[in-house]
């Protein structure tokens, strides 16, 4: 929320949605509201595909400021969007994240996260590339034929 902050005093028309729930839930609300944000910050809680799908759309970026991950799927999601993702360098993320398709920050670096912020706003992220880019290696039929190769491998 502070990194939001820092960033929503220069770009005032720029409205943040979060989508999910967790135990900071009900902090991040109250910070939310503490800061001044909850007319340009949106709650959405946890929330079906269809319904991420259509914040998605019309999204500049998303953002997962985590101090653990692994490759979570959300990144995924956002790029068959074709929507760029800002996120921390923990486990596996900065395997699939690179200049064209996003920025890593330094976990709990607030300051990096609203240049990144901004960064977004200035870079023009080729949207096709990037669905082009989840639906290339993370598809149902791209994920079955690597499944398919490595159990052939394994069987002989």
């Known amino acids: 929320m502070e990194?939001?902050?820092?960033f929503?005093?220069?770009?005032?028309?720029?409205?943040l949605s979060i989508a999910?729930?967790?135990?900071?839930?009900?902090?991040?609300?109250?910070?939310?509201k503490e800061l001044a944000l909850d007319k340009v910050v949106t709650f959405h809680g946890r929330i079906p595909a269809e319904s991420l799908n259509e914040i998605l759309a019309q999204s500049f970026a998303s953002i997962l400021f985590s101090n653990y991950e692994n490759l979570p799927c959300?990144?995924?999601e956002s790029f068959s969007a074709g929507i760029p993702?800002?996120?921390?360098n923990v486990g596996g993320i900065a395997e699939i994240i690179n200049k064209e398709r996003g920025i890593i920050i330094n976990k709990g670096n607030q300051k990096e996260l609203a240049e990144a912020f901004e960064l977004m706003l200035?870079?023009?992220f080729d949207r096709g590339k990037l669905r082009d880019y989840a639906l290339n290696n993370f598809s149902y039929k791209e994920i079955g034929?690597?499944?398919d190769k490595i159990y052939r491998g394994i069987i002989g």
């Open 3 to 6: 990194a939001f902050k820092a």
């Open 8 to 15: 929503n005093i220069n770009y005032p028309e720029i409205k």
């Open 20 to 32: 999910g729930g967790g135990p900071d839930e009900v902090y991040i609300k109250q910070k939310a």
């Open 74 to 76: 959300v990144i995924v």
């Open 85 to 88: 993702f800002i996120a921390t």
């Open 122 to 124: 200035k870079n023009d």
């Open 145 to 147: 034929q690597q499944l």
